[in-house]
């Protein structure tokens, strides 16, 4: 017999993908009006992803106010995320409550190269510093992620899509709900092949020939996107959300060509692979009448990695380079629970504990380096609370604090406060934030141990946590019943203790050099800037959407602008529907001038920010056209004027390009 029909419970409040984007659920972790807190957010819906055609988290991401995205090429190329000038590796990414910052990469930053947005249901971004609630990492900001849930019929799909560079992308999957259980499962598969990375004045320098201007990245990524859910009664559900990732990656970039003009091998490629596995099991709870919300949650993540060359040696033979391995997992136990106090506001407590792992390791390549393996450990056990209230509905805030107790880099206290201010009958709020935060070393820069012939790269044991505290304020504005709204916020931040890069250099007696890499806590730095927005819709068919980033970054004791921080960043947005079925939507993004490091060193050398990366501007296209409930047509093009632009210095990005394809849905 089937289950009756419920009403929408306390469980359903719990899925984040169920709300507008006036809501916010990781703002508070809890699900609150997105004006009731201080914190400057951003909410990217899954009907946003989908109008825009974008598929990896790379485009999506680098439209957004506050981040600059750098990709080393196309789709598949290394990807950092940068936000409000702070590095990469100092934003928390989650998916589905799982912190998957990826400890198989030396600094510990997430890498989006991999990750493609079938299946998302909601991306929330909040800047500044969040480690009162979320800990080490999140010193910049967190981007939070959501699968999107299933509800309603069974409703599969199939999604071809083919274009330029070799693009061949095929989407399968199903989603909706029988009685108390829900699903979304949808699986994948990415292939590009045929793009050339390599700027044209870096072919033109190093001489390259005709067959070396013709060698192109290859990419070829599946992934496996799966929500489930059951409802054991109408205030306790269970959870279990899954993402897998399997890819292959072969480049051709500027520093093989080198390596084949300088005669150090025949013909070079690099190749990376990744499996990673992202799961995370819930149960939620909710009890006396929705005044007590519990979540207890389980989190597995494992990543491993294989780097090597390939392709053929000076004598004709091919590369013998043995691959280097790096393998990393983490285990996360959480609980939160929030107490309704009425009138009083709401009380939030919660405990982690966190245990990663971390390995490395290689055997002789050609007999140039001696055979290296690193693996270590490390735990982190924290406990934090909040309280959230409002006065009159007209003063509302939230206030947190954290510890953290570290097994390698020692216990971190950090709070935050984040109060708005909404002035009656004017639509006008005035928000504010202010925090701390901070980043631990990884395992890498703790315990890194590669030893050669010629170089050695050493972990630093006495690394401490990097340190930040910042604050925002700003205002919004509603007008014209809500069809129009803008605002800006100022922002500044100040961070000491920053993890770089040192370098030391030894004569051997024959005149040789030994070289010696490690890092220290040598840098403080202050960054600051606005980020202004616009949204109006215009029509109920038709919405524009801009936001304006400016960021003033630079090292506090030498003034040297930081790198990969640009000054401005533009993005417009429109989306049209003139006819029922049909949408358009065009999308318009400048990025100025950055500091960069150079690929062909000047006169300055090899330092970080020799190099300047040119600005750029890109115009995209996307159309979708419904013919009828079974089959959707799609198309769009990408970097309309063609724009040769590099970021970063000397990673050329993709040109003009086509595509289009078919949905079939029943």
């Known amino acids: 017999m089937q289950a009756p029909a419920r009403p929408v419970a306390a469980v359903l409040s719990h899925n984040t993908d169920i709300f507008p984007d006036s809501m916010t659920v990781s703002a508070a972790r809890r699900p609150i009006r997105a004006d009731e807190i201080g914190t400057a957010i951003t909410v990217i819906s899954e009907q946003q992803i989908q109008t825009q055609q974008r598929r990896s988290f790379a485009d999506i991401l680098a439209r957004q106010p506050g981040l ?51 299946g998302v249901g909601r991306m929330e971004i909040l800047r500044g510093p969040q480690s009162g609630l979320y800990g080490a990492d999140a010193m910049a900001g967190v981007i939070d992620i959501t699968t999107a849930q299933g509800q309603g019929r069974f409703t599969p799909f199939v999604r071809v899509e083919g274009g330029a560079y070799g693009t061949f992308n095929q989407v399968i999957g199903a989603r909706g709900s029988a009685g108390r259980f829900h699903y979304n499962v949808e699986l994948s598969h990415y292939r590009r092949d045929g793009f050339h990375g390599v ?27 799966i929500r489930l859910g059951y409802d054991v009664t109408d205030h306790f559900d269970l959870g279990l959300t899954t993402r897998l990732v399997q890819s292959n990656y072969h480049t051709y970039n500027a520093y093989d060509l080198m390596d084949e003009v300088y005669g150090m091998a025949g013909t070079e490629r690099e190749k990376t692979t990744q499996n990673e596995a992202i799961v995370r099991g819930t149960a939620h709870l909710s009890s006396l009448g929705g005044k007590v919300d519990q979540v207890i949650g389980l989190g597995y993540m494992t990543t491993r990695r294989t780097w090597t060359e390939t392709g053929t040696a000076t004598g004709g033979g091919p590369l013998a380079w043995d691959p280097t391995y790096y393998r990393s997992s983490r285990i996360k136990l959480d609980w939160h629970g929030t107490v309704d106090l009425k009138d009083y506001g709401t009380l939030l407590v919660g405990a982690e504990h966190f245990h990663d792992w971390f390995s490395t390791d290689q055997g002789d390549t050609s007999g140039t380096s001696t055979p290296f393996s690193t693996s270590v450990g490390m735990d982190t056990t924290a406990g934090y609370g909040q309280y959230q209230g409002n006065w009159n509905h007209i003063l509302y805030g939230a206030a947190n604090i954290r510890y953290d107790s570290n097994s390698r880099y020692g216990n971190y206290v950090t709070w935050r406060v984040a109060p708005a201010i909404h002035i009656p009958g004017t639509g006008t709020v005035i928000k504010a934030s202010g925090g701390t935060g901070f980043h631990g070393p990884s395992l890498y820069q703790l315990f890194g141990n590669q030893v050669g012939p010629s170089y050695a790269e050493l972990g630093n044991r006495s690394l401490r946590a990097e340190r930040l505290i910042g604050y925002d304020v700003g205002v919004d504005q509603k007008l014209a019943a809500d069809r129009l709204h803008f605002g800006a916020t100022w922002y500044e931040s100040h961070e000491r203790n920053l993890i770089q890069s040192t370098t030391a250099y030894d004569v051997s ?158």
């Not at 990469?88 to 190269?113: C, H, T, Y």
């Not at 215009?538 to 930081?562: C, E, I, P, S, V």
């Not at 920010?609 to 959707?632: E, F, P, W």
Request: charged fraction near 20%; hydrophobic fraction near 35%; charge should be positive.
């Open 68 to 118: 600059n995205v750098v990709q080393t090429g196309g789709f598949g190329g290394t990807t950092s995320i940068f936000m409000r000038g702070n590095n990469s590796n100092e934003i928390k990414v989650r998916l589905d409550g799982m912190d998957i910052n990826d400890g198989s990469q030396p600094n510990g930053m997430f890498d989006a190269a991999q990750f493609v947005t079938d």
């Open 199 to 225: 700027p044209a004045y870096i072919d033109r320098y190093f001489g390259a020939t005709r067959a070396q201007r013709r060698q192109g990245d290859r990419n070829d990524n599946r992934s496996a996107n």
């Open 509 to 666: 007696s024959n005149g040789s050099y030994y070289t010696t890499y490690s890092y220290a806590n040598v840098a403080r730095a202050r960054m600051y800037g606005v980020e202004a927005f616009v949204d109006w819709k215009a029509l109920k068919t038709l919405d524009f959407n801009l936001n304006y980033t400016w960021t003033h970054a630079r090292d506090a004791t030498t003034g040297q602008m930081l790198q990969r921080i640009p000054q401005h960043k533009f993005n417009f947005n429109t989306t049209w529907s003139p006819v029922q079925d049909f949408t358009l939507s065009g999308n318009i993004l400048y990025v100025s001038g950055w500091r960069d490091t150079p690929v062909i060193a000047g006169a300055d050398g090899y330092c970080s920010t020799c190099a300047k990366g040119h600005g750029y501007m890109t115009i995209d296209l996307a159309a979708s056209y419904r013919i009828n409930r079974y089959v959707s047509v799609f198309a769009r093009a990408d970097n309309l004027l063609n724009r040769q632009y590099e970021n970063p210095v000397g990673y050329l990005q993709p040109g003009r390009a086509g595509y289009g394809g078919v949905t079939l849905s029943y």
